[in-house]
């Protein structure tokens, strides 16, 4: 296994950090509508392994482009060539009775691991049909995860996380699919979406700081807030960017991601309540902030943001897919080149899912 200073000495020898190089895009449809059977795929999730894989997860749903509850299992495709090609696609999880949706993908720096964490639907449950009291069982929409320690060639059994994180009072729980976060501090941090008692919805983090063998959960951050991702600031600060209405909502926690302070609404994102993606970059010194998502009061025009200030500004943007396009994840490539695997479509953006690699150039290049 390599060490995290090997790898990175490998990146650095082999694929240097793009500044100053000539604006480059690409994108390649990776599912498609129809293949193998399958009525939709929906929800993208992607990472990158520390041996340089990328690997992309999605929804097969069966019979509808329907949530939960509903006939859907997870299925994965990855390439070993910075998303250029993409081997055929593998079924990574299906349950006999009920469904599975909704993969986040989680890297473990110190170990290489990867992490899927998912949820699970016993037959006739969903968000909004399950029901408050049992930590788990089958009126519970569960919390489960599987890891891969080999790039994703094979996947542990599932492990039940819910009786951990889910609290009796709740009535519906689910982690919010595409990227997760491991901090500094070596925390894995894992967004997910409550229905409380008294069916109100709010965004939270799911916490382990034992490298995924035990986990907790922080405060409700706001009412109404939804699905959710987190960015580790420079000064340690976690920025908590989440789907609430017309306009991102922000908030921002000085203990992990565990309490936050005042929500706000970002002006500049504007949002059709939609999942969006956001990650940090590295270079040089600095650390910029790439924001994704349908950028449009309906769900289209899939752009990519840059912000210099820890996301109070956000100057540069470049449109990824003007057409109808929906959820989306984004993460830094080891090239040092962004990968993002996005919803779009030519009249509805559940049509495909889509890899799209550019660099930074690219988003700021000056345009007629």
């Not at 600031?233 to 989440?242: A, S």
């Amino acid at each position: 296994m390599l060490t995290k200073s090997a790898v990175l000495l490998v990146a650095m020898a082999v694929c240097p950090l793009l500044a100053g190089a000539a604006p480059f895009f690409s994108q390649t449809d990776v599912f498609r509508q129809g293949d193998n059977g399958v009525h939709t795929y929906r929800i993208p999730a992607l990472i990158e392994t520390q041996k340089g894989v990328l690997i992309g997860v999605a929804d097969a749903r069966h019979d509808s482009d329907r949530d939960l509850p509903g006939d859907i299992s997870l299925v994965m495709r990855r390439s070993f060539d910075a998303g250029k090609n993409w081997e055929a696609a593998r079924t990574i999880q299906k349950v006999k009775e009920g469904g599975v949706g909704d993969a986040s993908l989680l890297l473990d720096r110190s170990t290489g691991r990867v992490w899927c964490f998912f949820h699970y639907g016993p037959p006739g449950i969903g968000f909004m049909t399950a029901k408050a009291g049992a930590k788990t069982g089958p009126t519970t929409l569960q919390l489960h995860a599987i890891h891969s320690d080999d790039s994703g060639a094979s996947w542990s059994e599932p492990v039940d996380l819910t009786p951990q994180v889910k609290e009796p009072s709740w009535q519906g729980m689910f982690a919010t699919s595409g990227t997760d976060i491991q901090t500094s501090s070596g925390r894995f941090l894992v967004p997910i979406v409550v229905r409380d008692g008294k069916g109100i919805i709010h965004s939270l983090n799911a916490y382990s700081d034992d490298h995924g063998k035990t986990w907790k959960h922080g405060d409700p951050i706001a009412d109404g807030t939804d699905e959710s991702h987190n960015v580790e600031l420079k000064d340690g600060v976690m920025l908590q960017n989440m789907r609430n209405g017309t306009h991102r909502a922000i908030a921002r926690s000085h203990d992990g991601g565990i309490t936050f302070g005042p929500v706000s609404h970002d002006p500049a994102l504007i949002d059709p309540s939609c999942n969006a993606g956001i990650t940090s970059y590295r270079q040089d010194r600095d650390s910029i902030l790439i924001f994704t998502n349908a950028a449009s009061a309906r769900r289209e025009n899939l752009t990519v943001k840059l912000s210099y200030d820890g996301g109070r500004k956000w100057p540069a943007a470049r449109t990824i897919y003007a057409g109808p396009a929906g959820y989306s994840t984004v993460i830094p490539l080891h090239d040092g080149s962004i990968g993002v695997l996005y919803e779009r479509g030519d009249t509805h953006p559940d049509e495909r899912i889509t890899f799209a690699r550019f660099n930074l150039e690219w988003v700021t290049e000056k345009r007629r």
